[in-house]
C-alpha cells in the first residue's frame, strides 16, 4: 500500500471554509484515503456522501471509522475515473478530489467531474502548486492548492 497523504488541517479548513454550509447537499469524496474529508461533510450535515478510494483496505477502514455516524453514506472501493464514467445515480452537489501527486489524467479527471456536477455545482481538487489548470478560481496554502470550478 502506498503512503498516504492526507488533506493537512490548513486546508480542510480553507475547503469548509469556501463551501460554507454543506447541509442537505449531495458529496464525493474522490481519492478518499483517510476519508476524513466525507467525514467532516457529514457531520456539517450532508445529505449524501459517496467515498471513493481504490484501495480496498482504505475502503474497509472508512467503513470501520464512519459506522458510528449518522447519514446517508455509500463506500466504492473503484478506480476513480471508472466510478466517474459509470455513475448513473444522483448529480452531486459538491466533489473534491485529492488525487496522488504523481497523478497523470488530471484532464481526464476535470472533465467528468464536472459532467458529474448539477447545474451550481462545486468542484474542488487539491494539488500541488506546480500544476496549473485554468479553474474559475484558485487558492494556495503553502505547496497545496486548491483549484475550483463551478458549473453554471
Known amino acids: 500500500m502506498k503512503r498516504i497523504r492526507p488533506t493537512s488541517n490548513l486546508v480542510k479548513q480553507a475547503l469548509f471554509n469556501i463551501l460554507y454550509d454543506v447541509?442537505?447537499?449531495?458529496?464525493?469524496?474522490?481519492?478518499?484515503?483517510?476519508?476524513e474529508i466525507g467525514i467532516t461533510a457529514l457531520k456539517k450535515g450532508a445529505n449524501q456522501v459517496i467515498f471513493v478510494e481504490k484501495d480496498k483496505k482504505r475502503a474497509a477502514d472508512i467503513k470501520k471509522k464512519i459506522q458510528s455516524l449518522n447519514g446517508n453514506f455509500k463506500i466504492f472501493s473503484y478506480d476513480v475515473l471508472k466510478f466517474l464514467k459509470n455513475h448513473k445515480g444522483e448529480l452531486f452537489d459538491v466533489i473534491f478530489a485529492d488525487?496522488?501527486?504523481?497523478?497523470?489524467?488530471?484532464?481526464?479527471l476535470i472533465e467528468l467531474s464536472l459532467k458529474n456536477l448539477k447545474e451550481d455545482g462545486i468542484f474542488i481538487l487539491e494539488?500541488?502548486?506546480?500544476?496549473h489548470f485554468n479553474p474559475d478560481e484558485e487558492r494556495q496554502y503553502g505547496d497545496t492548492v486548491l483549484s475550483i470550478w463551478r458549473k453554471r
Open 23 to 35: 447541509s442537505d447537499l449531495n458529496f464525493a469524496d474522490l481519492f478518499a484515503g483517510t476519508g
Open 99 to 108: 488525487p496522488p501527486y504523481n497523478y497523470k489524467k488530471y484532464k481526464e
Open 127 to 131: 494539488h500541488r502548486k506546480d500544476k
